[in-house]
């Protein structure tokens, strides 16, 4: 079992920044890519971003690009999804989610909720003045 817990969500002004942190309970977090996506109210959970085993492949969706860094530290079992210059539209609960680097088969898999097994509960990211 892979218990995923985000934090860092708030409340930001637009223009503001925020960082999430996803910690992993895996004993070997360098086994696992993880992905970040979001749910805002009336829509669909949609792609965020996404981070292969070691960090060397990097994914990010058109609507976040530019504003968005995301990386991890495995020895901390740590992932974590740097937000910039962020808009009122990137209101949503902010979920991480994990699946073993193997099952990964090909890079659009990173882009699919469907390829993720592991879920955390959702950190809510409010922007608004």
């Known amino acids: 079992q892979v218990l995923l817990v985000e934090s860092g969500g708030g409340f930001v002004q637009p223009v503001g920044s925020l960082r999430l942190s996803c910690a992993t309970s895996?004993?070997?977090?360098?086994?696992?890519?993880i992905g970040w996506f979001r749910q805002a109210p009336g829509k669909e959970r949609e792609f965020v971003a996404a981070?292969?085993?070691?960090?060397?492949?990097?994914f990010e969706a058109d609507s976040v690009k530019g504003r968005v860094t995301i990386s991890r530290d495995n020895a901390k079992n740590t992932v974590w999804l740097q937000m910039n210059r962020l808009k009122p539209e990137d209101t949503a609960v902010y979920y991480c989610a994990a699946v073993q680097q193997v099952q990964v088969v090909r890079r659009s898999s990173y882009y699919s909720e469907s390829t993720y097994n592991y879920w955390g509960q959702g950190t809510q990211v409010t922007v608004s003045s």
């Open positions: 895996v004993r070997r977090s360098r086994d696992y890519a």
């Open positions: 981070i292969s085993w070691n960090g060397e492949m990097v």
